[in-house]
């Protein structure tokens, strides 16, 4: 694991170099210490044709709240598998992911989120999913891995 201990205000500077989260519309309520929060206020634009938030969105959200979460123990990360359940309708005013990590390891961060609907003061369960995602190498070892790459399909070419 890269140890790392970003704060809220690292989330936020990292989701604003995301142009899907600009346009999504989401917002940093909380991160820190292997948790985030996410909210997205509801748009017209974001549902599908029955007029509840997208499954895309759904899927997104807990994705994206879930990779904020695992970076503030791991650094930058990549998905390599998610999970969503849609438990009901997500129709409400906003909609809030919480998210935290369940085991950080050197090579995969596990982490899982929930997504509620808010209607009014009222939270209601929408969603829940699962990411696994991978921790990405710092500049170095990118470099490092890259050399290695390069060496190993030159060599396959000698062959």
Known sequence: MIATSATRADVVALSETAAFNRWAGFEVLDADDGRAELRLPWRADLGQYAGFLHASMIGGMIDTACGFAAFT??????????????????????????????KAGRRQVFAHAELFALRGETEHLVATGDVILVPLAT???ADAANAASTRSRSDASVR
Do not use: E, K
Request: with cysteine.
């Open 73 to 102: 123990l791991s650094g930058r990360v990549l998905a390599s598998h998610i999970s969503v359940n849609c438990l009901a309708p997500a129709t409400g005013d906003a909609f809030v992911a919480r998210a935290r990590v369940v």
């Open 139 to 141: 500049d170095g070892a």
